[in-house]
């Protein structure tokens, strides 16, 4: 019912910067959130940002790592959700999931929804 799609991962040196974007589409009623997490080999899957689809640009949320490093943002109007990533870490290296929790018009709640992942490596 609902479709999200990443783009941007790759391969960056130690203090570089990519930039994830995620579009949700499908049978969308509302969007309560978006965001990203990441999981690391052998490691259980984390959040790393999110934020809220309310007024005044919605509320944010960050991991301790990547505050000061990383900035979501969003456009409500394209049901996307973007994750600037700046000074870049080898510890960053992961692969980031984009995540939605969406109303449909078929739903009486909210439910989450999960991307297929797209790979950040960052290594020299």
């Known amino acids: 019912q609902v479709q999200l799609v990443e783009s941007g991962g790759g391969l960056v040196q130690p203090g570089g910067s990519l930039r994830l974007s995620c579009a949700a589409s499908?049978?969308?009623?509302?969007?309560?959130?978006m965001g990203w997490y990441r999981q690391a080999p052998g490691r259980q899957r984390e959040l790393v940002a999110v934020?809220?689809?309310?007024?005044?640009?919605?509320?944010?949320n960050y991991a301790d790592s990547v505050k000061g490093r990383f900035t979501i943002s969003r456009d409500n109007a394209k049901n996307s959700v973007y994750l600037q990533m700046n000074s870049l870490k080898p510890e960053d290296t992961a692969v980031y999931y984009c995540?939605?929790?969406?109303?449909?018009?078929?739903?009486?709640?909210?439910?989450?929804?999960w991307g297929q992942g797209t790979q950040v490596t960052v290594s020299s």
């Open positions: 995540n939605a929790r969406v109303v449909t018009f078929t739903s009486v709640r909210a439910y989450d929804y």
């Open positions: 499908g049978n969308i009623l509302s969007v309560y959130s």
């Open positions: 934020i809220t689809s309310g007024g005044s640009g919605g509320n944010t």
